[in-house]
């Protein structure tokens, strides 16, 4: 079995905070995989359903963001998960909006969910890290993640999370197989160029006539002395 976490903040005023990117990801995958309904369950809401061959636990911790391992830990120990079993998904500043990059271990750099989780189970749990940018000025941290994803932003936004849903089955079983999937999806392959009709020869230019060359100065000189004999 696979516990896969998306990290942000319980309620109505959060639900479109970029911070939130991982509960948008997780009820994407719940929605098109046909999980059973959310339920309140380890301090959060869960899901139940397949992806490919393995059982899946969908869980959107509502504890805040700063608390998220005590609802990951809860639904680890219920289960008798291991870290390994637990997939992380959640904003990453640092890759640009769109740009998916998938770990086992590693810091938290400064995520306050991951920090909570790190100090739970340890950093060998993997992490689906989803880029949403960063403001540029670390003094406007804060108010980016928290504030909701602009109306441009749904350009890059709902494909993704159309074809994170779609390639779930990989993320449980093949880390790499599932990124190569999803960009595919995103950006499939430009279709190959109709070849080009062949330029029509050029047609041969006809032998001229006996006689029709061109004339030059020598022929012109040695006429006008034939005129004078």
Do not use: C
Not at 51 to 70: H, I, Q, R, V, Y
């Amino acid at each position: 079995m696979k516990l896969i976490v998306g990290l942000g903040n319980p309620g109505a005023q959060y639900a479109r905070n970029r911070h939130n990117i991982g509960f948008l990801a997780v009820e994407a995958i719940a929605e098109a995989r046909g999980f059973g309904p959310w339920r309140s369950k380890f301090q959060g809401l869960v899901a139940e359903g397949r992806l490919g061959d393995e059982k899946a636990l969908l869980l959107k911790p509502g504890t805040f963001m700063n608390l998220s391992g005590d609802s990951v830990r809860a639904a680890m120990t219920f289960y008798k998960l291991t870290p390994a079993d637990v997939i992380v998904l959640h904003d990453e500043l640092d890759l640009a909006p769109g740009k998916l990059r998938f770990k086992t271990g590693g810091g938290h750099a400064g995520h306050n969910g991951l920090r909570s989780i790190d100090a739970h189970l340890g950093p060998a749990f993997q992490r689906l890290r989803m880029g949403i940018g960063h403001p540029g000025d670390k003094r406007l941290v804060s108010n980016y993640v928290l504030g909701d994803f602009a109306k441009a932003d749904e350009a890059w936004l709902d494909p993704l999370l159309a074809a994170v849903a779609a390639e779930a089955p990989s993320l449980v079983s093949d880390g790499a197989r599932f990124l190569n999937a999803v960009a595919a999806r995103i950006a499939p392959p430009k279709p190959r160029a109709e070849p080009r009709e062949a330029a029509a020869p050029a047609l041969a230019k006809p032998a001229e006539e006996p006689g029709s060359e061109a004339e030059g100065p020598m022929d012109a000189l040695r006429r006008l002395a034939e005129r004078f004999r």
